[in-house]
C-alpha cells in the first residue's frame, strides 16, 4: 500500500468502528487463534489459488514463500512479486466480482480496513475468507503463523513469526538505556492528522525507544497545529504524502523542523503491519538515535 492509500485506510479506522463480534456471520468454521475469524465455507487444506485483500497480508504471504499462490492482490499492493497479478480493488472497496472471477480457494481479509459487506458477500457466494485482525505488531506475528498454517506450512509461519520477533527484541534492546526522545507522527497535513495512541506507529515508536506525545483516546486524532507547535516534541515524523495536502510548510512551524528535526519518510513501512516493520523499526532507530549510530 503506498503512503496516500494507507492514510485513507487509517482515517477511515479512525471514523468508523471495527467490526465487532455482533458483526460477524454466525456460519462458517468461526473463530481461529489470535482473534481471527473464518467466514464463509470450512476451508480446503493447501489452497493453491489464494486473494489478498490488504498488502500486509500479501507482504505477508510472499514472507511465506507462497507468493505463487497468490492470484489477485488490492490496487495498493507493490511488491515485485505481485506486479503482473490482476487487482482486485482497493483495501476499503474491494470487488467481490473481481475477486470471484479469480476463483480462489481462499482470501485474505485485514478487518481493520473495513469492506465487511463485500467481504460477506464473497464468504456467502462459497469462498472461504480467513478474517485477520492485524493492528499490532502482536497481530503481525500471529497473522505470520495463521496465514501459514491456512497455506498448508504450520512450520514456515511459526518460522516467519520468530524471525519478525527476534528483530523486534533487537530494536528492544538496543534502544534500552538511551534517551527517548518526544515524537510527534505525523500522517496527514491538511488536516493535520498523527498516530495516536492504540496505533501501529505509536507501538513502533515504543519499540524503537521513543515517546509519542500525542495523547488522548483515538489512535488516529485530528490535530490541531497550534497544539503541535505547543507539545513542542523533540522530533517530528512525517510519513504524510505531499500530494495529500498542505504542504511541508505546515510542519515547519513546529520548534523541532526549525531545528533540522524534521524527519520525512519515503515509504510506508511504518504504516504496513506485517513484515515490513523490520525495516520500519531499523529506520525510525536511525532518526531517532542519531548517537547510536555506527
Given at each position: 500500500m503506498r503512503?496516500l ?10 471514523l468508523l468502528?471495527?467490526?465487532s463480534?455482533?458483526a ?24 493453491r489459488?489464494?486473494?489478498?485483500l490488504a498488502?500486509?497480508a500479501t507482504?505477508l504471504?510472499?514472507?511465506?514463500g ?6 489477485g ?10 506486479a ?6 482497493g483495501?476499503?472497496?474491494?470487488s467481490?466480482e473481481?475477486?470471484?472471477a ?6 485474505l481479509w485485514?478487518t ?5 459487506a463485500s467481504?460477506?458477500?464473497?464468504a ?11 493492528v499490532?505488531?502482536?497481530d ?11 497455506l498448508g ?13 527476534a528483530?523486534v527484541s533487537r530494536?528492544?534492546a538496543?534502544?534500552?538505556g538511551l534517551?527517548?526522545p518526544r ?5 496527514g ?5 498523527v498516530a495516536?495512541?492504540?496505533s501501529?506507529?505509536d507501538?513502533l ?5 521513543a ?6 483516546q483515538r489512535?488516529?486524532?485530528i490535530?490541531?497545529?497550534e497544539?503541535?507547535v505547543?507539545d513542542d ?5 512525517d510519513a504524510?504524502?505531499l500530494?495529500?495536502?498542505?504542504g511541508?510548510?505546515?510542519l ?9 528535526h524534521l524527519?520525512?519518510?519515503e515509504d ?12 520500519a523499526l531499523?529506520?525510525?532507530?536511525a532518526?531517532?538515535?542519531p548517537?547510536?549510530?555506527?
Amino acid at each position: 500500500m503506498r503512503l496516500l492509500a494507507a492514510l485513507v485506510a487509517a482515517l477511515a479506522c479512525a471514523l468508523l468502528p471495527a467490526p465487532s463480534a455482533a458483526a460477524w456471520p454466525d456460519t462458517g468454521p468461526g473463530v481461529a487463534a489470535g482473534g481471527a475469524r473464518w467466514l464463509g465455507p470450512k476451508p480446503r487444506p493447501g489452497p493453491r489459488r489464494v486473494v489478498s485483500l490488504a498488502p500486509s497480508a500479501t507482504d505477508l504471504a510472499i514472507a511465506l514463500g507462497q507468493a505463487g499462490r497468490l492470484v489477485g492482490v488490492t490496487r495498493y499492493d507493490d511488491a515485485p512479486e505481485v506486479a503482473k497479478l490482476p487487482r482486485v480493488g482497493g483495501f476499503l472497496d474491494p470487488s467481490p466480482e473481481a475477486v470471484l472471477a479469480l476463483r480462489p480457494d481462499l482470501v485474505l481479509w485485514v478487518t481493520d480496513g473495513g469492506a465487511l459487506a463485500s467481504v460477506q458477500r464473497i464468504a456467502a457466494l462459497g469462498v472461504p475468507v480467513l478474517a485477520l485482525p492485524v493492528v499490532s505488531v502482536e497481530d503481525v506475528l500471529a497473522a505470520a503463523r495463521l496465514i501459514g498454517d491456512a497455506l498448508g506450512d504450520r512450520a514456515g509461519g511459526e518460522r516467519l513469526a520468530g524471525s519478525l520477533s527476534a528483530a523486534v527484541s533487537r530494536t528492544q534492546a538496543r534502544a534500552a538505556g538511551l534517551p527517548r526522545p518526544r515524537v510527534l507522527f505525523v500522517v496527514g497535513r491538511e488536516p493535520l492528522v498523527v498516530a495516536g495512541p492504540g496505533s501501529y506507529p505509536d507501538e513502533l515508536l515504543r519499540l524503537a525507544g521513543a515517546r509519542n506525545v500525542a495523547g488522548g483516546q483515538r489512535p488516529w486524532p485530528i490535530y490541531p497545529l497550534e497544539k503541535a507547535v505547543a507539545d513542542d516534541p523533540d522530533v517530528v515524523v512525517d510519513a504524510a504524502r505531499l500530494e495529500h495536502g498542505g504542504g511541508a510548510g505546515r510542519l515547519e512551524t513546529i520548534p523541532a523542523a526549525r531545528r533540522g528535526h524534521l524527519v520525512k519518510l519515503e515509504d510506508d513501512d511504518a504504516l504496513r503491519p506485517g513484515p515490513r516493520m523490520v525495516r520500519a523499526l531499523d529506520k525510525l532507530f536511525a532518526v531517532l538515535h542519531p548517537e547510536a549510530r555506527r
